[in-house]
């Protein structure tokens, strides 16, 4: 059983949902693999850093000088409540065995075997006795330029890291909001390597991982401007946007959507907010026809675990709709308690 040290470090990050998501996955997983095989999540943190150093720091001592609490709770973890508060949700997920009824079931395309993109390191066949995972939101993204961190999935190239591994050795590195939107896309019924246009605004880190993920499974992408301009790199390659019109639009800046691009399929909310009201309230609210941006974290955690925290588990991941439920219930049992 590997014993997993799990931080996601960015500014802001109070308000996140991976804490969430880290611990059902490895719930579903203990179900699933034989105990030597399992995940024991030691320490579950968030790290509130504005520099990769203070992330990376994070890491190698695996604790935080200045906790902050979480917005879930109120309190910051390492305490009593979120601990308590954890194990309440955790007694309520494991009892969701199957997605919502009315969630179409996830069946995975000929992309997911495309996955990590040229990735020429073959990661280990199993964990190892600790290990460090972390997730990096803004703004740390862009910051990660390092030779003794190990490139997967041209996350150098394109300057978005959003995932890490260290093994007490050295460090692994990957970004997955790309393969986690195409997942997105792909579970609600767009056909990517069939030329489908991806409009994108913005051309920050999250952007320029989906807009490179998308183009290498054969998609096209119109980048509509934004507070950044993905067309200032030279590795992305854009169609012409004088014809406003695409299948998917997703705005990385806000959730606006301008009125003058035409979307032929769905909008994608890039960012995700809290949800008043009952567990009816919350199902309503990641139905709706903008696809709500937990749809995009749980995906990328999904990619995280699958691409390399530990893909020796691929196939025992639990589904996207799957997830998306026991989310649901998760948010659920933290608001009756807030």
């Known amino acids: 059983m590997a014993d997993v040290y799990y931080g996601l470090a960015g500014s802001p990050v109070s ?3 991976s ?8 719930q579903h997983l203990s179900q699933v693999l034989p105990k030597a ?3 024991n999540l030691v320490t579950t943190d968030l790290v509130d850093a504005e520099f990769i150093q203070d992330a990376l720091a994070w890491g190698y001592v695996k604790t935080t000088p200045s906790p902050i609490d979480w917005d879930l709770t109120g309190a910051p973890f390492g305490k009593f409540r979120n601990r308590a508060l954890m194990q309440k949700v955790l007694d309520s997920t494991i009892k969701v065995k199957q997605s919502l009824s009315d969630l179409t079931k996830e069946e995975r395309k000929d992309s997911e075997r495309l996955l990590p993109f040229k990735c020429d390191i073959k990661l280990p066949i199993k964990s190892f006795t600790e290990e460090v995972w972390l997730n990096l939101t803004y703004p740390l993204k862009h910051q990660l330029k390092s030779p003794a ?3 997967f999935n041209d996350s150098s190239r394109i300057e978005s890291v959003n995932v890490l591994r260290f093994d ?3 460090w692994w590195s990957s970004n997955v909001d790309g393969s986690g939107f195409a997942r997105v896309a792909e579970y609600f019924g767009i056909d990517i390597a069939s030329g489908a246009c991806l ?3 913005g051309g920050g880190g999250a952007a320029r991982s989906t807009a490179h993920t998308w183009t290498t499974l ?7 401007s934004g507070k950044r301009d993905l067309n200032e790199y030279d590795w992305f390659k854009g169609a012409d946007t004088s014809d406003r019109t695409c299948d998917v639009l997703v705005n990385f800046d806000d959730d606006s959507f301008p009125e003058d691009i035409t979307v032929t399929r769905f909008c994608v909310k890039s960012q995700y907010h ?3 009201g009952e567990h009816k309230d919350r199902i309503a609210a990641i139905k709706h026809k903008v696809v709500d941006g937990r749809w995009l974290l749980a995906a990328q955690h999904l990619e995280s675990w699958s691409q390399l925290w530990a893909p020796q588990c691929k196939d025992y991941l639990p589904s996207l709709d799957l997830i998306i439920s026991k989310l649901i219930q998760a948010e659920t049992i933290l608001a009756s308690y807030a």
């Not at 804490?19 to 490895?26: D, E, Y």
């Not at 054969?218 to 509509?224: D, I, L, Q, R, S």
Request: hydrophobic share 50%.
């Open 37 to 39: 095989n399992r995940f």
């Open 19 to 26: 804490p969430v998501l880290i611990n059902i996955v490895a």
């Open 168 to 170: 007490g050795f050295g």
């Open 199 to 201: 409009g994108i605004i």
């Open 149 to 151: 961190v190990v490139d």
């Open 15 to 17: 308000h996140s949902l």
């Open 274 to 276: 809290p949800i008043d």
């Open 218 to 224: 054969g998609g096209t992408v119109k980048a509509f």
